[in-house]
C-alpha cells in the first residue's frame, strides 16, 4: 500500500471515505441519514447568490457549516431569520441538537444571541485567534 499527501484532493478521492464511512455506519447502526441544508440568499437585481447558510443534517444533529452574509446584510435580522429557520428545518428532520464552529474573528456574539452555548475553544495561529465551537439544543 502507498501513502501519500496531497493539498489538492480530488472530489473522487474524498468519495472513496465518505461512501465507506457511510458503508460502516449503515452496518454498524441498521440506517444512516445525512441529509444536506441549505438557505441562501439571493440578489434580486443580478439574481446571484450573495450569502446564505450551508450544513446537515445526521443522526438528530444539526450542523451549520458554513454562514455568510455580505457586510452590508448585517445587523438586519437577516443572519438571525436564516439560523431560526435553518434550526426549524433541523427539528422537523428530526434534530434535537445543533453544532458549530466559528473564528473568534467572526461572529461568535451572534451565536450566544441565538441561544447558542460555547462549549469549546481551540487556539489557533495567530496567536489570540481561536475556533469556538457552539451547541444548542434544538425544539
Do not use: H
Amino acid at each position: 500500500m502507498e501513502v501519500f499527501l496531497t493539498d489538492s484532493p480530488t472530489p473522487d478521492d474524498v468519495k472513496v471515505l465518505s461512501d465507506g464511512l457511510f458503508e460502516f455506519n449503515v452496518k454498524a447502526l441498521g440506517a444512516f441519514d445525512r441529509t444536506p441544508l441549505g438557505l441562501f440568499v439571493r440578489d434580486e437585481v443580478t439574481n446571484q447568490i450573495v450569502g446564505g447558510l450551508a450544513g446537515a443534517t445526521s443522526l438528530g444533529v444539526l450542523f451549520v457549516d458554513w454562514f455568510y452574509l455580505p457586510e452590508s446584510m448585517r445587523g438586519s435580522g437577516l443572519g438571525s431569520r436564516l439560523l431560526q429557520q435553518a434550526e426549524e428545518e433541523a427539528v422537523r428532520r428530526g434534530c434535537r441538537t445543533g453544532v458549530l464552529f466559528t473564528l473568534s474573528v467572526q461572529a461568535p456574539g451572534f451565536y450566544v444571541k441565538q441561544g447558542w452555548t460555547q462549549f469549546g475553544d481551540i487556539p489557533s495561529i495567530p496567536d489570540g485567534l481561536s475556533r469556538r465551537y457552539f451547541t444548542k439544543e434544538l425544539g
